[in-house]
């Protein structure tokens, strides 16, 4: 009996994820009822409370209605990044290693933080010895604040709450005010910039890689020494923007 229990548990999460899917507004209770064949409304109501304690699906108060959540569309992103940002953004992080002769980093969301998923090392590399797979914070670094610019207001406090605003050099933005200013900023310009945030001497030009529903799935960035990066600013900031929609356009953004 209990192996049975399981199995009818975890094909229901599976049944509610495949009809939450499907309406990204989402579903009152009785909807999703419907939608799987009326199974007993107790069952289904005590998985939907675990989903929604684990951010897999979240609960809209006022509407009464339940979608996919934070946690399910994280890793949805992680898994779908790693197998087609990766390799569409390969030829891009390359070339504008090239043309800038700095080091190159592909990132994505991963969670609560950053994760480095592909780099090129540059001919004027500074040799910041960041491995793929390394995690950062959000709030000190160019993709970091990026992503972050791009998630709904309430995912950022949460994110806040959960992680703090360490300081890791005397420019790190530590005060909430005003690193929301600075991810409407990022909004509004279209790139981010880490100038000298997390290490010290060195800056970080970032621009959004977007797929094909237009949404923010990752970031390109690169770095070099606070003096090179700020004689070549302009032209690096063009470059890192190209490549983006370079990379982007081959993921089906128009």
């Known amino acids: 009996m209990p192996e049975k229990s399981s199995y009818m548990t975890i094909q229901r999460i599976f049944n509610i994820l495949e009809v939450l899917a499907k309406y990204p507004e989402g579903l009152p209770m009785m909807a999703i009822l419907e939608e799987i064949g009326n199974p007993p409304k107790s069952s289904i109501f005590v998985v939907l409370q675990q989903l929604v304690k684990h951010r897999v699906v979240t609960y809209l108060e006022e509407e009464k209605r339940y979608k996919i959540g934070p946690a399910m569309i994280n890793l949805s992103a992680v898994i779908m990044n790693e197998h087609t940002v990766q390799k569409s953004a390969r030829f891009g992080l390359e070339k504008l290693s090239r ?8 990132g994505i969301l991963d969670g609560n933080r950053l994760v480095y998923i592909d780099k090129v090392d540059g001919m004027e590399s500074v ?5 793929v797979g390394a995690k950062r914070y959000l709030h000190c670094s160019s993709i970091g ?3 972050m610019a791009h998630l709904p207001p309430e995912e950022q406090q ?4 959960e992680e703090g605003l360490p ?3 005397a420019r790190t933005i530590t005060d909430p ?3 929301f200013k600075e991810l409407a900023k990022i909004r509004e310009i279209g790139y981010s910039i880490n100038d000298e945030e997390s290490m010290e001497g060195i800056m970080g030009i ?3 890689i977007r797929d094909n529903r237009h949404q923010v799935v990752a970031g390109i960035t690169i770095f070099a020494p606070v003096r090179r990066a700020k ?4 032209r690096y900031i063009q470059l890192v923007r190209e490549t983006a929609d370079e990379i982007s356009r081959q993921l089906g953004s128009g």
């Open 177 to 179: 005010e005003q690193l």
């Open 145 to 147: 604040k990026l992503l």
């Open 206 to 208: 970032a621009a959004p």
């Open 167 to 169: 300081a890791f050099t």
């Open 99 to 106: 043309q800038t002769g700095e080091d190159t980093y592909l």
């Open 158 to 161: 949460r994110i806040i709450q």
């Open 231 to 234: 004689e070549n600013k302009e």
């Open 127 to 131: 040799r910041l010895n960041i491995r």
